[in-house]
């Protein structure tokens, strides 16, 4: 090489050397906020953890040590000190009913009536409030969960006599934890034209007493019968009462998902009025936090208004429109689940069928053609099977159609064969971990121990066949706090201490990811959501404990105190 080239090689690297160390030196464009003197759980596999990160706007732009983060410290920047606590990216509920969490909370909580007596008791008080003609409402009652047996009963559910006798001027209708059955008074059967001689709908059933007479309690689709007569009261509103009466479920809604650290809720079927409202509180930069919504509407109006519907992070990013909810079963606390074979303690039944197959291969034939993803309700085996042969069939007429992320939603109940399918058909299971948890003390009882062990809850098993895990909590079926459904996760523990086959469990960091990555990619926004990078919207939850590391007895113990969707702190605990 000749001197001159040498001396100009030199040069360039010294004129490197120097702009580098001044850009070194140079002070950093001030921040929005800073998080620091923490350990934050980057989900990142270059840089798991860190110490500190800088926001500007609604996007991360650094993270790293707190020596590093301090140039983006300037006299405008928010500067939230951890004091050692944790933060992990904002918790993702891959299956909620949004309204359903807010609706919820404005009727009766029957989650801690401890029996069919104490229901009564406050329904009385309730109808003794209300108006002639009133209805009361109420939802989250669990004969499985009940400290006694309601006499009579038909298959541990109470008969309406003494329900009717405290309410004859108001209707009452009283949902199941599930969402799967009613109860209803004998005022709300008039309504509704229920009578002895009323036969079951295709998909639901009316319980009845020996005689043939309807007890009071409705299975599935057979709430339509007395849901309808309340609908029609509701119709009776003007426009604006009913859109105030949304608006207040959706703004409860959103005050219980932050206060739980949920930033990111995949709503489990919204009607097309539902979304229209959804998107125009996004527009507002009133919706808080950020929705993924499945539409739930028949396949005739799916077909004349998809287009219309699809709808790609309005907002800045808090809604997005491009899934669509069906449901073939029920649930397995109302024997609604589709089973392979009857009920351990209900011989007679294998559950029932809500929707078609016909239907659903239609729904599944409209998705694709529209670039929709599809996700179905299937919590028993029979149920999931079905949705496996149609999503298998669907995916083979196709073959053109990449990356369709379609979700079977509760996956709850499987045959050991069907396992292995989710993996190798690519379809995401969105389960809850909590309830394997909260269903554990009865699920043997209705499946039998072989059926129970082989399929029930069968985290692992799907795992390691390669499928995509979301986590979530079916709120208000259960409540939206992710805590109880982490810790469901990585310990099935039930309330009295014993494990639910623990060998399904999942690591601390598998169950975290099903809570934030996975619920991300099961709603095609990893590039956006589900850790903590430069360049990806600033939504974080810190808690006052290292659920990574504490000790299992202590991750129940774990609250929220901050809450950051957008780098706007929305809810901070005092």
């Known amino acids: 090489m000749s001197h001159q080239r040498l001396a100009r090689l030199s040069f360039s690297i010294l ?26 759980i980057t989900l990142e596999d270059i840089a798991p953890t860190a110490e500190a990160l800088a926001v500007t706007g609604d996007r991360i732009i650094a993270v790293g040590t707190a020596k590093k983060i301090k140039p983006y410290i300037g006299s405008s920047t928010r500067v939230i000190d951890l004091q050692g606590q944790t933060a992990i990216p904002g918790f993702i509920d891959s299956h909620a009913h949004f309204t359903g969490v807010g609706e919820a909370r404005m009727i009766l909580d029957l989650t801690r009536a401890r029996n069919w007596d104490e229901i009564v008791t406050l329904v009385a008080e309730a109808a003794s409030k209300a108006k002639p003609g009133e209805w009361v409402r109420g939802r989250g009652w669990h004969q499985e969960k009940w400290d006694k047996r309601p006499e009579p009963s038909v298959d541990g559910l109470p008969f309406h006599d003494a329900l009717s006798s405290v309410t004859p001027d108001n209707p009452v209708l009283l949902e199941h934890a599930s969402g799967h059955s009613c109860l209803a008074n004998a005022k709300a059967m008039e309504l509704g034209g229920v009578t002895k001689m009323t036969p079951d709908p295709a998909g639901g059933e009316i319980v009845r007493d020996g005689r043939g007479n309807p007890i009071g309690a409705f299975r599935e689709t057979a709430q339509g ?49 539902t979304i229209n409202l959804y998107r125009a509180l996004a527009e507002q930069g009133k919706l808080g936090v950020r929705i993924y919504a499945m539409i739930s509407e028949e396949n005739s109006g799916l077909q004349q208004r998809f287009a219309q519907y699809r709808i790609i992070g309005a907002g800045q990013n808090h809604l997005t429109v491009r899934a669509v909810k069906r449901l073939l079963d029920g649930a397995l606390g109302a024997h609604g689940a589709w089973l392979l074979e009857p009920y351990a303690d209900l011989p007679t039944s294998t559950g029932l069928n809500t929707t078609p197959i016909e239907d659903l291969k239609e729904t599944a034939r409209l998705a694709l053609e529209n670039d929709f993803q599809l996700c179905t309700h299937a919590i028993g085996d029979r149920a999931n099977r079905e949705v496996l042969n149609i999503y298998e069939q669907a995916f083979a007429d196709h073959p053109e159609k990449k990356d369709l992320r379609w979700r079977v939603e509760h996956a709850q109940h499987l045959a050991p064969s069907d396992i292995p399918r989710f993996g190798r058909l690519g379809v995401i299971a969105a389960m809850q971990g909590v309830h394997c948890t909260s269903d554990g003390p009865w699920v043997v009882k209705k499946l039998g121990e072989k059926r129970a062990k082989e399929g029930a809850y069968v985290w692992r098993s799907i795992m390691d066949g390669g499928a995509v895990i979301g986590n979530g909590t079916d709120a208000p079926v259960e409540d939206i706090d992710p805590i109880p459904s982490f810790y469901a996760t990585v310990t099935r523990k039930m309330k009295d201490g014993t494990a639910f086959f623990p060998e399904q469990r999942l690591s601390r960091e598998e169950a975290l990811r099903t809570y934030t990555l996975n619920g991300a990619y099961a709603a095609f926004q990893e590039n956006l959501l589900g850790s903590l990078k430069p360049g990806k919207l600033a939504d974080i939850t810190v808690l006052s404990k290292d659920i990574m590391t504490v000790a299992e007895e202590e991750i129940p113990k774990t609250q929220v105190r901050l809450t950051i969707v957008g780098g706007q702190v929305l809810f901070q605990k005092n």
């Open 225 to 273: 019968l007395v849901g309808r007569p309340l609908y029609g009261s509701e119709l009776k509103k003007t426009e604006a009462e009913r859109a105030d009466q949304e608006r207040k479920a959706i703004e409860l809604a959103v005050q219980e998902c932050l206060s739980k650290g949920v930033t990111s809720v995949h709503d489990a079927g919204a009607s097309f009025g």
């Open 15 to 40: 004129t490197v050397l120097v702009i580098g160390g001044l850009s070194g030196c140079v002070k950093k464009q001030p921040a929005d906020l800073v998080l620091t003197n923490g350990k934050i």
